[in-house]
């Protein structure tokens, strides 16, 4: 048991950063004002709020295990959130330190940063996703393709899962811009990360 707990807060902090919750409202009705309202709503003890924008798409698996469309929440941050992310781990041989890998993907439109664990079947997967690796995200809505480059793998994106009501989908984390640019309107608030 102390074991576990001795671990447990350093779990959080790669997963979640400096946030300690997420809030999911519905897209079909969103808050005027995320930050305000939610700030409003809890009688000032949230104390940062970064709104989140999601779009659903079809991604591949670029080590080609499957063949299958893989079900993907593209996840847009914003510029705030640079500060106090999750923690990466093997972010591109180019960068100096993994936080460098959340500055890439917020001035880069082109990276994205990806679950260490995107795509996998359970049971020994072989070679793991290297950064770098060239990812294809498909617009079920439209049928754009978008490629996009992999700065790094969030060493626990527990905190992306389960924003999408519907079926369990990979988390993709990309800038508010480059899910904006790929996923047009479909791209909206529908969650964010508090303090």
């Known amino acids: 048991s102390a074991i ?6 350093d779990a959080v902090r790669k997963a979640a950063g400096t946030s300690t919750l ?3 409202f519905s897209r079909s009705a969103p808050l005027p004002d995320p930050t305000g309202d939610l700030r409003r709503a809890s ?8 709104p989140l924008v999601t779009a659903t798409a079809d991604g591949a698996d670029p080590l080609g295990r ?3 469309a893989l079900p993907v929440l593209a996840i847009g941050v914003p510029k705030s959130f640079a500060a106090g992310t ?6 591109l041989p180019s960068l100096a330190s993994p936080a460098d ?14 679950d260490s664990l995107y795509a996998s079947t359970g049971g020994p997967q072989g070679k793991a996703i290297q950064p770098g690796t060239v990812l294809s995200l498909t617009d079920g809505r439209t049928g754009r393709l978008s490629r996009f480059v992999v700065a790094g793998l969030l060493d626990d994106a527990t905190a992306f899962y389960g924003i999408d009501p519907g079926e369990q989908r990979w988390p993709v984390i990309m800038s508010v811009g480059a899910a904006t640019a790929a996923f047009g309107p479909a791209a909206a608030p529908g969650s964010a990360l508090v303090r």
Do not use: F, K, Q
């Open 4 to 9: 576990i707990d001795a671990g447990v807060a």
């Open 101 to 114: 890998a959340w500055a890439l993907v917020e001035r880069d439109p082109r990276y994205v940063l990806l």
């Open 86 to 91: 999750p923690a990466v781990r093997d972010p």
């Open 66 to 68: 499957t063949g299958d």
């Open 43 to 50: 009688g000032g003890a949230i104390t940062g709020v970064t």
């Open 22 to 24: 997420r809030v999911d």
